[in-house]
């Protein structure tokens, strides 16, 4: 090991000494660090909402698919929305915040998936307080605050509503709504998108446990010309405990048409159920959700971390939808929320063998947007569909100018195509197949009929492309690219024989004859003229999974050997080293495997919550495609998990590493197999 990863690995081990690894269900911080803190996201698939380091507040929340034309590179981006979930409080005189309090302790529960923290403030009091994006209200948050009093004091609490500045005219109102049986005190908030397209509306209401006439009166104050607030005010008792809750909604006209009234009409909804049915019923989803669950002995600290990513993909994504994930997920607005490879590559495959239905959202993203991408192919004159490099709300591109890997990357159109046979396979839903999987697969197949170009050797080339590896561009013949139309042309052949349609002969001829070529020393070249340079993430061996087009161990060990040598440590996504490890399971090297499974997240993770930045010293988290590939590596390299071209869920020779003493991968594909290694 050089020097530079032994201070890497210090750094790291400082950073994460305060944690607490060996919960399996359960992550913790109890030093809160407000200039070394990166939140840990609580999400329903539709909502995202991000801790905070200070107490009573979230740091942000994320919509999903609500994108505007505004900022970074003329193109959509994922707008900033309202924060459900801000409240101010001060407790006999005391007002709440990081120089306050003491105790201060954080944490997420996986398995409930809620965010809990709890701090004393001075002598006064102890406050405990638990929020949730709620799974079975997918546009709705719900917040109980306990405040356990040491002394007699007055309590003073305010829910801020605050516009973001990129949004404009903005609204805000205050509507008490009082029946016999019920005090329902609204506050809510309606804004623009930048470009005017889009209305956002937040509405939010506190919950007392009080009869009708005996709860706290909630009054209405204007902040600023951004922000107001509905405020409470209570005189308590030495070792009294008073409890709370506070409900909101946040929606966009991309989900509801009216979402003014919607927010509104979702906030009493919630607020009518009850706190205690609504937590029944999240907690019920997400028991159902585990039932498809990664279980490790021999490695807690590993069982935490896979469980945790397991948790943000659930997270992450939604049935019937059709939402794709972006890399960071719904933990934030990077990468414009912009929907890539990552998707099909490395999100797709856990959640298609665990969560069919959440895969499904996927691949239902990319059929909606298919008249989009045969629109696209159109402009760069090829035929078929030619799916964007990066996608939003539309599936027009929505790559910055600037970027070459919007109009030359284009193994996204294979990658899609391949993503959507393996939904059927695993589901063998024909129905489906035939009204959105043929349409997707026959359109792609059909690019790459007119992309590819016919030498005198009789090989069918792809010239000119960015590759996977996108430190190469331009180049003729990328390993990736060709590999992966070899794979989707195939499947496509497949899907026309299981449908009983026509289909043309040239996809076959095409397939057997696009060129995978090797180096002189009988590596595979990862493209033409490729001289040994760096590479920026896995390509060539991609070829041995996920696609199978490098069968032969002793090749796919000679090309491991060669390219795992060729990632510098640092500016690597971390699924590149996941494939790594997945790769050597099946050759059978258990170190080899447990090294790279390692270093693919180890040294990219942030406190106070081991959430996963994209590469080592990054701070973008939460990388939500490291996740699915280094699940990968656990499902489908650890554990052996596989799939036949017939669809047929197996598991093949593999290793872990040799001090787990068993992993379990429960709940897997239509019938929810159990597959384990010991």
Same mark, same amino acid.
């Given at each position: 090991m050089n020097l530079e990863r032994i201070i890497s690995v210090c750094l790291l081990l400082c950073v994460l000494l305060p944690l607490k690894a060996q919960n399996p269900w359960v992550v913790e911080a109890e030093q809160i660090d407000a200039s070394n803190y990166y939140g840990i996201t609580v999400a329903n698939g539709m909502l995202g909402v991000v801790s905070s380091p200070n107490p009573l507040e979230v740091g942000e929340v994320v919509l999903a698919g609500v994108y505007d034309k505004f900022g970074r590179g003329r193109v959509s981006n994922f707008l900033p929305s309202y924060n459900l979930l801000n409240l101010k409080m001060s407790l006999g005189g005391k007002r709440v915040n990081l120089n306050s309090i003491s105790n201060y302790k954080q944490k997420l529960d996986f398995k409930k998936?809620?965010?809990?923290?709890?701090?004393?403030?001075?002598?006064?009091?102890?406050?405990?307080?638990?929020?949730?994006?709620?799974r079975h209200l997918p546009h709705c948050v719900l917040m109980d605050i306990d405040v356990i009093m040491k002394k007699d004091g007055k309590m003073v609490v305010d829910n801020l509503l605050t516009t973001p500045h990129s949004l404009k005219e903005q609204q805000n109102y205050f509507n008490q709504i009082y029946k016999s049986h019920v005090h329902i005190p609204l506050l809510t908030s309606i804004a623009k998108s930048p470009s005017g397209n889009v209305t956002i509306a937040a509405s939010s209401a506190f919950m007392f446990e009080e009869s009708v006439g005996?709860?706290?009166?909630?009054?209405?104050?204007?902040?600023?010309?951004d922000s107001h607030i509905a405020s409470f005010t209570l005189d308590l008792n030495k070792g009294q405990r008073y409890s709370f809750a506070l409900v909101g909604t946040l #929606?966009?006209?991309?989900?509801?048409?009216?979402?003014?009234?919607?927010?509104?009409? /979702?906030?009493?909804?919630?607020?009518?159920?009850?706190?205690?049915?609504?937590?029944?019923?999240?907690?019920?989803?997400?028991?159902?959700?585990?039932? /498809?669950? #990664?279980?490790i002995e021999g490695d807690k600290q590993a069982q935490q971390d896979v469980r945790s990513m397991l948790y943000h993909l659930y997270s992450f994504s939604r049935p019937n939808t059709d939402f794709s994930p972006s890399p960071m997920g719904l933990s934030g607005l990077g990468y414009n929320g912009h929907v890539f490879w990552d998707s099909e590559l490395f999100m797709f495959p856990p959640l298609l063998f665990l969560q069919p239905e959440l895969a499904e959202s996927l691949v239902n993203y990319r059929f909606?947007?298919?008249?989009?991408?045969?629109?696209?192919?159109t402009i760069y004159g090829y035929k078929g569909a030619m799916y964007p490099w990066e996608s939003a709300d539309t599936g027009t591109e929505e790559t910055p100018v600037w970027a070459l890997t919007g109009p030359f990357e284009h193994h996204i159109t294979a990658d899609v195509g391949i993503a959507a046979w393996n939904y059927y396979l695993v589901t063998k839903d024909k129905e489906w197949l035939a009204q959105r999987g043929w349409p997707i697969l026959k359109e792609t197949a059909n690019f790459w009929v007119s992309r590819v170009s016919k030498n005198e050797k009789g090989e069918y080339e792809i010239k000119n492309v960015v590759a996977a590896d996108e430190w190469a561009e331009n180049v003729d013949n990328n390993a990736f690219t060709n590999g992966a139309t070899i794979r989707l042309l195939k499947s496509a052949v497949q899907c026309a024989n299981e449908l009983k349609v026509n289909? *043309?002969?040239e996809w076959e001829e095409i397939s057997q004859n696009i060129p995978i070529r090797q180096l002189p020393n009988g590596v595979t070249s990862e493209y033409d003229g490729y001289d040994g340079e760096n590479i920026k993430q896995a390509d060539v061996n991609l070829l041995a999974y996920?696609?199978?087009?490098?069968?032969?161990?002793?090749?796919?060990?000679?090309?491991?050997?060669?390219?795992?040598?060729?990632?510098?440590?640092?500016?690597?996504?971390?699924?590149?080293?996941?494939?790594?490890?997945?790769?050597?399971?099946?050759?059978?090297?258990?170190?080899?495997?447990y090294h790279w499974f390692k270093d693919s997240y180890? *040294?990219?993770?942030? *406190?106070?919550?081991?959430?996963?930045?994209?590469?080592?010293?990054?701070?973008?988290?939460?990388?939500?495609?490291?996740?699915?590939?280094?699940?990968?590596?656990?499902?489908?390299?650890?554990?052996?998990?596989?799939?036949?071209?017939?669809?047929?869920?197996?598991?093949?020779?593999?290793?872990?590493?040799?001090?787990?003493?068993?992993?379990?991968v429960t709940g897997v594909g239509r019938d929810k197999q159990t597959f384990t290694r010991k």
């Open positions: 998936a809620e965010f809990s923290a709890s701090f004393d403030l001075e002598d006064i009091a102890t406050v405990e307080y638990t929020y949730r994006a709620l005996e709860e706290p009166k909630v009054i209405h104050k204007m902040n600023d010309n #929606i966009s006209s991309v989900q509801n048409a009216d979402p003014y009234n919607q927010a509104e009409r /979702s906030t009493i909804f919630a607020y009518l159920e009850g706190k205690e049915k609504l937590k029944y019923k999240h907690y019920a989803e997400w028991e159902r959700l585990w039932e /498809s669950d #990664i279980q909606n947007r298919l008249e989009a991408a045969k629109k696209n192919a289909y *043309p002969k996920p696609l199978g087009i490098i069968t032969d161990a002793k090749q796919i060990d000679k090309d491991l050997k060669y390219y795992s040598g060729k990632v510098p440590y640092e500016n690597t996504p971390a699924m590149t080293q996941a494939i790594f490890a997945l790769l050597y399971s099946r050759l059978g090297q258990a170190d080899e495997a180890e *040294p990219n993770l942030l *406190p106070p919550f081991r959430v996963i930045a994209e590469t080592k010293g990054g701070t973008n988290p939460y990388f939500a495609t490291g996740a699915g590939g280094i699940l990968q590596s656990v499902i489908m390299g650890f554990c052996g998990v596989d799939i036949t071209e017939k669809g047929d869920i197996r598991q093949v020779k593999s290793v872990m590493p040799k001090h787990w003493t068993k992993v379990t």
